[in-house]
């Protein structure tokens, strides 16, 4: 419990540093010094308090608080739940290199969403609500077509993942013929994006997030008990069947939401759930919380880079180019198939 605690702390320290540094970065910099002060007294307003002494510029506070914070919260709740997710997908299928798209939900986002933006009125539900559905049925559905007699075996469980990503696939393949003056609109959520970012999204989506960590925490005895196969598993009275079920019910909770508000986002549940591995070892009573603030602070890092080019990139290219080269360095200099 200690090294848990230490390793989230410090991880969580992590991210402050990063939020507070990606708040001052951008076309009008804030030095790091009046971010510090523009989030410390917007924390002490909130429970009521005042701070003595001159106030931060107004336009600096705009800035910070208005236009930046929320993009950075969101990134941060997103990092959040995509580590999260991955790390149990990784300790649920043995295999470092699951993620959490691996049983359908990002395709199931995608169609929904991309319903919506082909479609429009068409589709009686918001472009959100839509990816949130999709990736829900999605992943159940992948569930129930794996399920035969009160059991779910992984192979089968990934083999009707990798089906339904296929047809799922096609779908979106088809509406994007049909989208039109929409096409671009269709790709540029696909590709993953924080742009349009606001409060709004931080207060739908965080809650989830954080109720789909807090149920999934318990667990971790589970998960590395399942490191060891399902036989041994059930021997040291793990109920392997329900316990599966409640670990892929809450991946695809906190996953559905992630690609809800910010698209498809890769290699942040891929890359960072294994590469903290090879820091605090396998042990998830550490590896799932340590997991989880490394992924918020990597797409706060990731984010800030995609905001700062000429031209502003979607988050979803500047993860791929961040994480494929650290991927196939792992795959070629260690060993990822030990956890």
């Known amino acids: 419990m200690a090294r848990a605690l230490g390793w989230s702390a410090g991880l969580a320290g992590l991210l402050l540093a990063v939020a507070v540094a990606s708040a001052g970065l951008g076309p009008v910099p804030v030095p790091p010094a009046v971010v510090a002060s ?48 991955g790390t149990v997908m990784q300790g649920f299928f043995r295999n470092p290199m699951a993620d959490p798209s691996i049983i359908g939900v990002s395709s199931g986002a995608a169609v929904g969403a991309v319903a919506v933006i082909a479609l429009g009125t068409a589709v009686p539900l918001g472009l959100e609500a839509a990816a949130f559905v999709g990736a829900l049925v999605a992943a159940f559905a992948v569930y129930l077509i794996a399920t035969r007699g009160g059991r779910t075996p992984v192979a089968t469980l990934l083999l009707a993942g990798v089906a339904v990503q296929a047809l799922l696939g096609a779908v979106v393949s088809l509406l994007l013929l049909l989208s039109g003056d929409s096409l671009r609109e269709a790709i540029y959520w696909l590709m993953g994006h924080l742009h349009r970012s606001g409060w709004g999204d931080v207060a739908v989506a965080g809650p989830v997030v954080v109720v789909g960590f807090c149920l999934l925490l318990p667990f971790t005895r589970e998960l590395n008990a399942l490191l060891l196969g399902e036989e041994d598993a059930h021997a040291v009275g793990v109920n392997v069947q329900r316990t599966k079920v409640l670990l892929l019910a809450g991946a695809s909770l906190v996953t559905a939401v ?82």
Do not use: C, M
């Not at 605090?280 to 799932?288: A, F, S, T």
């Open 38 to 85: 523009v989030l410390f007294r917007a924390v002490l307003e909130a429970v009521g308090l005042a701070l003595a002494g001159p106030a931060p510029p107004e336009t600096a506070v705009t800035i910070v608080t208005a236009i930046r914070l929320p993009r950075i919260a969101l990134a941060a709740v997103v990092g959040f739940g995509l580590a999260t997710a």
């Open 258 to 339: 992630a690609v809800a508000v910010a698209g498809v986002i890769g290699f942040v549940g891929l890359i960072v759930p294994h590469a903290v591995r090879l820091v605090v070892g396998p042990d998830h009573r550490v590896l799932l919380p340590a997991s989880a603030f490394a992924g918020a602070a990597f797409l706060v890092a990731a984010d800030t880079l995609a905001r700062l080019g000429a031209a502003e990139l979607p988050v979803g290219i500047v993860t791929a180019f961040l994480g494929a080269p650290f991927f196939l360095y792992l795959l070629r200099d260690r060993e990822v198939y030990a956890l």
